[in-house]
């Protein structure tokens, strides 16, 4: 994909940013002890194992959906994950996939809608912008629940 | 402005995508309990009074130092607030300039590098998704807060 006119952001750039955002939540999910990654919460909140089954059930499906033109209603996966480090291997198989279907999207798509999940319709950019904010949203969450369990998050900075 | 060309995303849109976001962390503030917003936290953090300093001393000061190419380090307001509707009262003020400094930024100057704060060196639309992303993070945290305090947060969608 070649950028010819100066952008805000390229293409290239925006998976890169969405990419690095992914990278310190995976780093997120590590700091967790087994335990209470499937077991902590507040204020009747989900967990963070149930939090990054949201994550994963956005992120690479909803993407495999805008770029196969593909409407399908979200849902998360019906195996039911009972070890950190499988949603670990979960994350990293979404990575090598968002890498794989983003290839495909030209500057030209990114305006164009998206029903997505059928539910909500807006222009490709803003799908994706909303798969970041809900993760780096629910991931601050995370950062909560790690500074009452008495453990240091990753620098925020950190990508 | 004129965008002539296909773009990811046009300024103009990335202009109204922090907005709603900064919308979003206003009724936020507008949630919480006067005593809770200065007195509340978990784990150590700050309150969410003391975050939103943080976001006051960023989102504003930084766009004005960044068109007006003047890298000033990074400090909190020296005058104290002490009541919410102050918060609330800068917080349009902040409103108000962003969109006054964001007419002048072309779309050629987001890939130019700026000094934020003496610090952090980086394209300008990294600065500004780093203002977005901080604010998303951290108004997460507030979330978590408010349902600890047995307050139900507004919708994520809504801005």
């Known amino acids: 994909m070649k950028t010819l006119a100066a952008q805000v952001i390229t293409p290239e750039d925006l998976l890169i940013h969405w990419q690095g955002h992914r990278k310190l939540t995976r780093n997120l999910i590590e700091k967790f002890p087994e335990k209470d990654f499937f077991e902590f919460s507040i204020g009747g909140m989900r967990t963070f194992a149930q939090l990054t089954d949201e994550l994963l059930a956005i992120a690479a499906p ?12 979200y849902t998360e996966a019906s195996e039911k994950l009972i070890f950190k480090a499988q949603y670990l291997e979960k ?3 979404a990575t090598a996939e968002i890498n794989e279907y983003w290839k495909q999207l030209s500057i030209e798509d990114f305006s164009e809608t998206f029903n997505l999940f ?7 950019i803003q799908n994706v912008l909303y798969f970041i904010d809900n993760e780096v949203h629910h991931r601050g969450q995370g950062y909560v629940y790690l ?7 990753p620098f925020f900075w950190e990508r």
Chains 1, 2 share one sequence.
Do not use: M, S
């Not at 909803?62 to 209603?73: D, R, S, Y």
């Not at 059928?118 to 490709?124: K, L």
């Not at 500074?147 to 998050?153: H, S, T, V, Y």
């Open 91 to 93: 994350w990293d198989e």
């Open 118 to 124: 059928g539910q909500y319709e807006f222009p490709i």
């Open 147 to 153: 500074r009452a369990l008495n453990i240091e998050p």
């Open 62 to 73: 909803a993407l495999k959906g805008i770029v196969n033109k593909e409407i399908k209603p």
